[in-house]
């Protein structure tokens, strides 16, 4: 019988784990596309010049959610040092043997022997209690399922407002993440310029060259299309249209070009 109704219950959930997949696709779909977004935005470019292909968006979800798991772990792991080290770590066993302080004079009072004025006093109120349970009271019962009520509407009130956190959160979450990396590649590039890391052989740069090869910009590039590109330099962010024969080369460590 309990085999069976484990049984029922898996093939009662199976449209509901269906539809939690199902919403997997557009959730991933916007966190791509607000990252993307986040990133074209803090190089100053409009995103609408450059459509992002579906691989494309889900590949910035992966990294949106990789990288605010990252600064969930960051933060975790800082409280956590604050709680191991000096004065945070004091503070926590203080708070600990105040705990263990109330529970154990909790402990011994319940286990004091009840005096005749204890009893009374419980009688009292369990007459008390009695009296206005809502088995015996209509007022009682009127506050009772006043208070359900209540209960039931402020739960679904509560749901929904988490609910509506959730949906814009994510995704604004992914936008300022994109940002904020993006804006650490700027202050190094503005900082620093062209550079190859260490243990790498690309530069951070990348030169747009003409047909006759000449220079056109050496900077980062924040996107490519078909037709369009955008590069942020020393001077601001440029769009612009691919010239005829125009080649982008990836920069390589000892190499310069000049814009």
């Not at 557009?26 to 450059?50: C, E, K, N, R």
Request: hydrophobic share 50%.
């Amino acid at each position: 019988m309990d085999k069976q109704n484990k049984s029922n219950f898996s093939i009662k959930n199976i449209p509901l784990i269906i539809a939690a997949i199902g919403l997997l696709a557009p959730a991933g779909y916007i966190i791509g596309v607000s990252y993307y977004q986040g990133v074209l935005t803090a190089y100053g470019v409009s995103p609408d010049s450059f459509p992002i292909t579906a691989h494309d968006v889900y590949v910035a979800a992966y990294y949106a959610i990789g990288l605010l798991l990252l600064e969930i772990t960051r933060i975790i792991g800082y409280v956590f040092k604050l709680v191991i080290t000096p004065p945070g770590v004091y503070w926590l066993v203080a708070g600990l043997l105040a705990l263990i302080l109330f529970v154990y004079m909790l402990i011994k009072r319940l286990s004091l022997p009840r005096s005749t004025k204890s009893e009374c006093i419980l009688k009292v109120v369990r007459k008390l209690l009695a009296y206005l349970h809502w088995d015996n009271n209509a007022f009682s019962k009127a506050v009772g399922v006043t208070s359900l009520l209540s209960y039931g509407v402020f739960t679904i009130l509560s749901v929904l407002m988490m609910l509506a956190i959730l949906w814009f959160f994510i995704p604004m979450a992914a936008h300022y993440e994109g940002r904020d990396v993006t804006r650490k590649t700027i202050d190094i590039y503005l900082e620093k310029g062209c550079v190859v890391k260490e243990n790498e052989i690309w530069s951070n740069c990348k030169t747009l060259l003409s047909k006759d090869n000449k220079a056109i910009y050496t900077g980062i590039l924040v996107a490519h299309s078909s037709d369009y590109l955008a590069f942020f330099t020393e001077k601001g962010s440029f769009v612009l249209k691919i010239p005829s024969g125009a080649v982008i080369v990836n920069g390589l460590r000892g190499e310069k070009h000049n814009e």
